[in-house]
């Protein structure tokens, strides 16, 4: 996907477009064969000729609607990133695909170790044209003879790099460091290494003005070592003169390729069914207003009248739903039915969404992502028959029936993935949203985006539904709830310890539905094919009193190809499989192979920045891929599940 436009650039290499959204977005760095370069942020993107007209819009209503009400009602859709159009068979010469830019900008040559930039007055030039011969060279290096005459050598990109709590990111300053501070001096740097190992402390760079002297780069990663320098303040993928020189944020040494340089903030929500499906196109437009109220309470002040309404609603996607051919009606009976839903232009938003629950209490409100969920996976109209949402419920297995209460096959499922930002150094955090505390979230464009970069993905699940009778009982347990108090101070520590809100713990019931979700892909994931990475988990918990009680776990396949919908997980939902995965999943819990280390862990006795916000979990018994779990491998403990070493009084599962 990193490819070219009609300035004739070289292609870079390929990516895929889901690759976009969780590991190489805008901002992210790349690795190629010979050089790195980074993504460059949405207003490059816009500058793609043939995408920019033909560009493919996803349409989802409610992740359209979350996104707008966290980056602003100016986006106006969720789009597919650019493909190259040699992939696509396009017969164009322009071939489109995510802009790049060569970075860091400091290279290293390979013969003679002079460091140096690629900017304009530097030795060091891109060369070639094909993705496998793009190249760097070191023109004239000195300790580089052919037949008698001096050729160019390749050089390899500087893999240190310097970032701030504040998402900025530069070349590491490597003139300031030699010298211990600012300076003017231009001589030539040379980067060179000592010793059999690799390590930091082998590496050193020195400067010409004083080659007897060299810095050892392990100096650069002691605490406070870059305070004496300022933070430039740049977002690369803005463009490389972009800076903000009131920076205040403090510069942290970072490796070209360590994972803390780009994590994705995304969101995703499924694609639910039609709750009492319309009949009539009087139905079929009001559900349409319903599935767009969001977006109607944004654009209030711009529904002047009706070719103003029927202009918006032919131009923009997210009003697909409303246009004529989908509900049967013309545009002066959507406008009438609209005009009734939120009255005049200057009416209050509030009113309208309080209107809309009055009108239609089955059809879920703008509660968030996961509620409506949970009500379609719980809603009493099963089975459904939608192309984007196929599901039906199945028995329980007999032998968990006193504390399961429905497991629903979800035979066809569709997911949507917006990204809306990134954070460096630190992840971003879904337990809660407290900007006073939470890392900094990079925008991918200067401007205020019109539109984001999404992903749609097919797949299937099994949704497993827990009693909340048998949960009501079980949270009340004298060792639950000491469990429950030990886990939630270590939680506290480790926000505290990472400057962030100590808000947000989810409760016990998260961490029993947390574990048991990551007991179940493990199991799973031997039985039906899939690769344990291709299963993805989904948790529905809550017992505030502002919301009703949610109690359950979808575990679903959501793959880009093939891998999603080849029907090996659903298969497994039945009773008669799932009873067996059950019992064997569960049991798998009750012995680790680093008992008795991993049963008797207490988080609350180690140090804060290091711990683990778990209790008896591991890599050897509860952890699964990153891309598989939603909050990073936290919140768990198989102590809660079944009997382990320390007993069976926190067991829910008798």
């Avoid at 291709?534 to 396949?557: F, K």
């Amino acid at each position: 996907m990193a490819s070219t436009n009609s300035n004739n650039k070289p292609v870079a290499g390929d990516v895929r477009p889901s690759q976009i959204i969780w590991s190489y977005g805008p901002g992210s760095l790349i690795d190629l064969q010979n050089i790195s370069v980074i993504a460059l942020g949405l207003q490059e993107w816009d500058k793609l000729p043939n995408w920019s007209q033909y560009h493919e819009s996803i349409l989802e209503p409610r992740l359209l609607g979350q996104v707008r009400r966290l980056l602003g009602r100016q986006v106006d859709e969720l789009r597919v990133p650019p493909i190259a159009s040699d992939i696509l068979g396009s017969t164009t010469a322009d071939k489109e695909g995510m802009p790049v830019s060569l970075f860091p900008r400091y290279y290293r040559c390979r013969a003679c170790g002079a460091l140096g930039s690629i900017d304009q007055g530097s030795s060091f030039t891109l060369k070639g044209a094909a993705p496998s011969n793009l190249r760097v060279e070191h023109e004239s290096c000195p300790k580089s003879k052919s037949t008698g005459k001096k050729r160019n050598q390749r050089a390899v990109p500087a893999r240190f790099l310097v970032a701030c709590e504040h998402g900025h990111l530069s070349d590491f300053p490597w003139r300031e460091f030699v010298h211990d501070g600012s300076t003017s001096c231009r001589q030539p740097l040379s980067f060179f290494e000592v010793g059999a190992s690799l390590q930091t402390e082998n590496l050193r760079v020195s400067c010409a003005c004083n080659p007897k002297k060299s810095k050892s780069m392990a100096e650069a990663f002691r605490p406070g070592a870059l305070n004496h320098l300022r933070c430039p303040g740049r977002h690369p993928h803005f463009g490389q003169q972009t800076t903000n020189s009131s920076c205040d944020g403090k510069l942290k040494p970072i490796l070209l390729g360590a994972t803390n340089v780009w994590f994705s903030k995304v969101l995703s929500a499924l694609s639910l069914p039609t709750l009492n499906a319309p009949t009539t196109p009087v139905d079929k437009l009001t559900q349409a207003i319903v599935a767009c109220a969001d977006s109607l309470v944004d654009d209030t002040d711009d529904f002047t009248d009706l070719s103003e309404f029927e202009k918006i609603v032919r131009k923009k996607k997210r009003y697909e739903l409303l246009r004529p051919e989908n509900v049967g009606l013309p545009y002066e009976q959507v406008w009438e039915a609209v005009q009734q839903f939120y009255g005049p232009c200057e009416s209050d938003p509030v009113k309208f969404e309080e209107h809309l629950k009055d009108e239609k209490p089955d059809v879920p409100e703008s509660t968030g992502i996961k509620l409506p969920e949970w009500r379609a996976l719980t809603s009493k109209q099963l089975p459904f028959r939608e192309l984007s949402f196929e599901a039906e419920e199945t028995a329980c297995p007999e032998a968990f029936a006193h504390l399961l209460e429905r497991v629903v096959l979800v035979r066809r499922l569709r997911e949507v993935r917006a990204l809306v930002g990134f954070t460096r150094l630190q992840a971003e955090d879904n337990m809660v949203e407290d900007p006073d505390y939470a890392p900094e979230v990079v925008p991918l464009t200067p401007e205020k985006p019109l539109w984001i970069p999404a992903v749609e993905i097919r797949g299937e699940g099994i949704f497993i539904r827990f009693n909340e009778e048998a949960l009501n009982e079980w949270e009340k347990r004298p060792a639950v709830r000491l469990r429950e108090e030990m886990i939630h101070t270590a939680y506290v520590d480790w926000r505290k310890a990472r400057n962030r809100s100590p808000e947000g713990f989810p409760g016990i019931r998260y961490v029993l539905l947390h574990t048991f979700a990551h007991a179940m892909i493990r199991e799973l994931s031997l039985a039906c094919g899939y690769s344990a990475a291709s299963i993805r988990e989904r948790i529905y918990a809550s017992t505030a009193s502002d919301q009703e009680p949610m109690a359950g776990v979808l575990l679903y396949t959501a793959s880009s190809d093939s891998d999603g919908t080849l029907g090996g997980l659903v298969e497994l939902g039945k009773p008669e499989n799932l009873n067996t995965l059950l019992t064997e999943g569960i049991k798998a819990m009750r012995i680790c192979s680093s008992d008795p280390l991993c049963s008797d862990y207490n988080p609350t006795v180690a140090d804060a920045v290091s711990l683990d916000v778990h209790l008896a979990a591991c890599h050897a018994c509860c952890y699964v891929s990153e891309t598989s779990c939603e909050i990073g491998n936290i919140l768990l403990d198989r102590a809660l599940l079944t009997e382990t070493l320390i007993g069976s009084d926190c067991a829910f599962f008798d």
